[in-house]
């Protein structure tokens, strides 16, 4: 998505005859390799393959620096340690939301947990049923083991017209049910991808133990602003139109009657409500667009349009691809106004390097 969009905000010309050069490519390729061996061993022991991965980038150090004409042998010796070093990466982060298998034989239990909001699903605005992702904070002793775990949660809130927001913890009671491989849905399969191996439901949200921060409450009260400003003035006949304009801005399906939301999903158009790359790069394009009329240098116009853009994908919601695509795009402008010849190709792979190296677990993402 990220790259097909950046070809809209692409103002520079480049030298057709000129190499294509993305030296980090040498990184990025034999850490996905890692990442793809990893997932398939999958071992509990991580100090191992961390110790290895060393090895191998301290030799290709030495390799480079007391022997001439070994270039080969210096590109061994670091393809090997970072494709040791990133399946150290993935066991560090993927290995702690693991569950082993006699513990996910255990069966569905009623428990509290104190939980820290990651993600909110789409809801009505008057609803008190809440779903989406989180990560356990505090557990009874008897389930100590979940502490770190991301789970999905769909909850009530016991207080009438309580709501949340992404960053808030929360204590809840409901029941634990561990998620099964046979369960073929698709919705399944994609908390499976994500490591999520279990689901939070049946219960009641009890009380609000830290809220989110300033910046989340001042997100989620844009938010709204804007889907007022975008119905301002709507006829009871243009409701229709207003809706679909908050959902293609802001992401909220929910803002879509379910007649009609039923006829995107049967085009097959409903990827157009979903805040994502090709919504980030357009947006960012009109903003350099505008702020090139306003005077001043281009660190300054550079940084206005990150911090805008920045705020635009945090007040949609933050989701994967659009946090990806602000990522890339904020390699490719740094590359841009530092002075050296990059694209959209070699800001894509400076971001991959970035993401995958923070968040290992992204490489399974559909939209990656």
């Known amino acids: 998505e990220a790259i097909a969009a950046s070809v809209v905000i692409r103002i520079p010309e480049i030298d057709s005859t000129a190499p294509l050069r993305a030296p980090l490519l040498w990184i990025l390729l034999p850490w996905i390799a890692g990442l793809v061996a990893a997932d398939i061993l999958m071992p509990h022991d991580i100090m191992p393959i961390f110790a290895i991965g060393l090895v191998f980038s301290l030799a290709g150090i030495w390799a480079v620096t007391?022997?001439?004409?070994?270039?080969?042998?210096?590109?061994?010796?670091?393809?090997?340690?970072?494709?040791?070093?990133?399946?150290?990466?993935?066991?560090?982060v993927e290995g702690s939301r693991k569950t082993t298998s006699s513990l996910l034989g255990l069966p569905p239990r009623?428990?509290?947990?104190?939980?820290?909001?990651?993600?909110?699903f789409d809801q009505k605005n008057d609803s008190v049923k809440f779903s989406g992702l989180g990560h356990v904070r505090w557990t009874p002793d008897?389930?100590?083991?979940?502490?770190?775990?991301?789970?999905?949660?769909?909850?009530?809130?016991?207080?009438?017209?309580?709501?949340?927001?992404?960053?808030?913890?929360?204590?809840?009671?409901?029941v634990l049910y561990p998620i099964q491989d046979s369960d073929d849905s698709s919705f399944t399969r994609l908390l499976l991808t994500k490591g999520i191996q279990y689901e939070f439901r049946r219960g009641e949200i009890l009380e609000k133990v830290v809220p989110a921060s300033a910046f989340a409450h001042f997100c989620r009260n844009s938010n709204r602003d804007i889907e007022n400003l975008l119905r301002f003035g709507a006829e009871p006949e243009d409701e229709l139109v207003a809706g679909i304009a908050v959902a293609m801005l802001l992401g909220k399906k929910t803002a879509i009657p379910r007649d009609q939301k039923e006829r995107f999903i049967r085009a097959g158009a409903m990827h157009l409500f979903a805040v994502s790359g090709l919504?980030?790069?357009?947006?960012?394009?009109?903003?350099?667009?505008?702020?090139?009329?306003?005077?001043?240098?281009?660190?300054?116009?550079?940084?206005?349009?990150?911090?805008?853009?920045?705020?635009?994908?945090?007040?949609?919601?933050?989701?994967?691809?659009?946090?990806?695509?602000?990522?890339?795009?904020?390699?490719?402008?740094?590359?841009?106004?530092?002075?050296?010849?990059?694209?959209?190709?070699?800001?894509?792979?400076?971001?991959?390097?970035?993401?995958?190296?923070?968040?290992?677990?992204?490489?399974?993402?559909?939209?990656?």
């Open 142 to 174: 008897v389930r100590r083991d979940l502490i770190g775990k991301r789970i999905y949660f769909r909850l009530a809130y016991k207080n009438q017209g309580g709501e949340l927001i992404e960053g808030d913890r929360i204590r809840a009671l409901g």
């Open 279 to 368: 919504h980030i790069a357009i947006v960012a394009g009109l903003l350099i667009l505008l702020l090139r009329l306003i005077p001043g240098s281009r660190w300054i116009e550079t940084g206005l349009m990150l911090t805008l853009l920045y705020l635009y994908v945090q007040i949609t919601g933050g989701t994967p691809s659009a946090q990806r695509a602000f990522i890339m795009i904020a390699f490719w402008k740094a590359s841009d106004i530092s002075g050296r010849r990059g694209g959209a190709f070699q800001a894509l792979v400076a971001s991959a390097v970035f993401v995958l190296a923070i968040d290992p677990g992204q490489f399974w993402d559909k939209g990656f």
């Open 66 to 92: 007391r022997q001439k004409n070994t270039r080969w042998l210096w590109a061994i010796f670091f393809i090997g340690g970072v494709f040791c070093l990133s399946a150290a990466r993935y066991f560090q």
């Open 110 to 120: 009623e428990l509290v947990f104190d939980i820290h909001i990651e993600r909110l």
